[in-house]
C-alpha cells in the first residue's frame, strides 16, 4: 500500500508563493504519473498538474501555467508544486495523488492541505 503525505499549505497575500510537498511511503513506489488537483469553494475538483515519474514529461491546467511547477525527487520519492504568483482564485483544497496504471484513474490520494490566498 502506498501513503501519500501533503505539506506546505498556508495563507498567503495575492503575488505571494507557496511550495506543497507530496512524500510517498510504504511499498516500492514507482507509479505511471503523479499529480496536484485543487477543489476550491463551490467547484469542482481538477487537476492543476502532473508528471510522469520516469522522465520529464509535464502537464498543467491552463490556469497556473507559467505560475506553477511540479518537479519529483526520485532519490526521497517526493513530489513538489512551486506556486508563484499566486491569485485569489488559488484559493483551495489542494491534493496529491499518484496513478499506478496507463489509463486508469489515480488510486492513492493524500490528505488535501489548504492554500488561501487574501487580496
Known amino acids: 500500500q502506498v501513503q501519500l503525505v501533503v505539506s506546505g499549505g498556508g495563507l498567503v497575500q495575492a503575488g505571494g508563493s507557496l511550495r506543497l510537498s507530496c512524500a510517498a511511503s510504504g511499498r516500492t513506489f514507482s507509479p505511471y504519473t503523479m499529480g496536484w488537483f485543487r477543489q476550491g469553494p463551490g467547484k469542482e475538483r481538477e487537476l492543476v498538474a502532473q508528471?510522469?515519474?520516469?522522465?520529464?514529461?509535464?502537464a498543467y491546467a491552463d490556469s497556473v501555467k507559467g505560475r506553477f511547477t511540479i518537479s519529483r525527487d526520485n532519490t526521497k520519492n517526493t513530489m513538489y508544486l512551486q506556486m508563484n504568483g499566486l491569485k485569489p482564485e488559488d484559493t483551495a483544497l489542494y491534493y496529491c495523488a499518484a496513478r499506478s496504471t496507463p489509463g486508469r484513474p489515480y488510486d492513492y490520494w493524500g490528505q488535501g492541505t489548504q492554500v488561501t490566498v487574501s487580496s
Open positions: 508528471l510522469f515519474w520516469s522522465g520529464s514529461s509535464t
